[in-house]
Nanobody, 120 residues
Framework: QVQLVESGGGLVQPGGSLRLSCAAS????????MSWYRQAPGKERELVAD????????NYADSVKGRFTISRNNAKNMVYLQMNSLKPEDTAVYYC?????????????WGQGTQVTVSS
């Protein structure tokens, strides 16, 4: 079992910044890719960014490239999403996710989500 707890969401004006945090349980955090997803009202959940365990390689959705930065601190079991130049279309619930493979089966673990609202 892995528990993920997000924090840092809120209301911000267009052009502003927020930093989301995700705290993960377990001693093997450092071994696994961590991801941020988001889901806007009436839309499907989409991948925002992920960061691999090895060498912390990162991947971003085109819509956030150059504005968002994902990072991790393996010593603290934390993953972060720094969001700059926020736009109203970034409004969504943001979720932290990781996957464990047990006996060849993938198990996805999600946090409860944190609301980000970009509005003037």
């Amino acid at each position: 079992q892995v528990q993920l707890v997000e924090s840092g969401g809120g209301l911000v004006q267009p052009g502003g910044s927020l930093r989301l945090s995700c705290a993960a349980s377990g001693s093997t955090f450092w071994m696994y890719t961590m991801s941020w997803y988001r889901q806007a009202p009436g839309k499907e959940r989409e991948l925002v960014a992920d960061i691999a365990s090895a060498r912390s390689l990162t991947n971003y959705a085109d819509s956030v490239k150059g504005r968002f930065t994902i990072s991790r601190n393996n010593a603290k079991n934390m993953v972060y999403l720094q969001m700059n130049s926020l736009k109203p279309e970034d409004t969504a619930v943001y979720y932290c996710k990781t996957t464990r493979v047990v006996a060849g089966t993938n198990y996805d673990y999600w946090g409860q989500g944190t609301q980000v609202t970009v509005s003037s």
